[in-house]
């Protein structure tokens, strides 16, 4: 679970962490910091912003 950013903490409205869309695919572009289950996960789910600041637009990410 990769929620808390530096400057940010768990405040999921104020995270800056982004989501880009590039073809059928999403590039991850942010820093994340105190993960759960870090170097030993097989799978993270990532929060990023795929659309405006605030609470609303924040998707999560399945990443291997």
Do not use: H
Not at 10 to 20: E, I, Q
Not at 30 to 53: C, H, L, N, P, W
């Amino acid at each position: 679970y990769c929620l808390t950013e530096p400057g940010a903490g768990s405040d999921a409205a104020a995270l800056s962490t982004k989501a880009v869309r590039d073809g059928d695919d999403y590039v991850l572009n942010g820093v994340k910091q105190f993960i759960s289950g870090a170097g030993t996960s097989e799978v993270y789910v990532v929060m990023a912003r795929t659309g405006d600041t605030g609470p609303r637009g924040i998707s999560a990410f399945i990443v291997p």
